[in-house]
T-cell receptor, first 115, second 114 residues
């Protein structure tokens, strides 16, 4: 089946630093999603990407859909303490028509921000 | 209330107990999902429902029994669980099975089996 490799597994950074994480896949996706999970909560969608090469921003977050359709990255600029949490990438491949896609999740990147 | 609501937030049960997890979505979505989240593992899809019909059972043991009476409600009935079933159980919904706009997750039920 499809697998996503997300790296790094964890990051410890100082407040104000920029963060970068990525996901790679052995197969192509036509949608990439990035989620954040706060402690004790469910994942919340941050950014959705629908086109190879697409670069999308949401405040201090920027994500890109890799040109090969097998990877995506997420950048967080000028990190703040509330950025702490687990970040998940998720990929979706839809064949279209009556078939449906199924989200495949990465293992997550645990982000710790020191004030 | 909006979004996806899960109850209870925390549950401790013995291996011989029977309990149920509840999920309710107020988003008008047609597809609902159960996921299991264990420490240091990716999210594991358990069940998928579309218009209250089960479309996927991801080889889940029969001690987990889902029920979807309508498109807004999803239950997970639990009986004779094992300690390794302790995890965060997440419910999610999406507009349709294509899921291209992503899934909306609930806050989860933290289950501990003793």
């Amino acid at each position: 089946g499809q697998q996503l490799n997300q790296s790094p597994q964890s990051m410890f950074i100082q407040e104000g630093e920029d963060v970068s994480m990525n996901c790679t896949s052995s197969s192509i996706f036509n949608t990439w999603l990035w989620y954040k999970q706060d402690p004790g909560e469910g994942p919340v969608l941050l950014i959705a990407l629908y086109k190879a090469g697409e670069l999308t921003s949401n405040g201090r977050l920027t994500a890109q859909f890799g040109i090969t359709r097998k990877d995506s990255f997420l950048n967080i600029s000028a990190s703040i303490p509330s950025d702490v949490g687990i970040y998940f990438c998720a990929g979706l491949f839809n064949a279209g028509g009556t078939s449906y896609g199924k989200l495949t999740f990465g293992q997550g990147t645990i982000l710790t921000v020191h004030p | 209330e909006t979004g996806v609501t899960q109850t209870p937030r925390h549950l401790v049960m013995g291996m011989t107990n029977k309990k149920s997890l509840k999920c309710e979505q107020h988003l008008g979505h047609n597809a609902m999902y159960w996921y299991k989240q264990s420490a240091k593992k990716p999210l594991e899809l358990m069940f998928v429902y579309n218009f209250k019909e089960q479309t996927e059972n991801n080889s889940v043991p029969s001690r987990f029994s889902p029920e979807c009476p309508n498109s807004s409600h999803l239950f997970l009935h639990l009986h004779t669980l094992q300690p390794e079933d302790s995890a965060l159980y997440l419910c999610a919904s999406s507009q349709d099975l294509e899921g291209v706009y992503g899934y909306t997750f609930g806050s989860g039920t933290r289950l501990t089996v003793v």
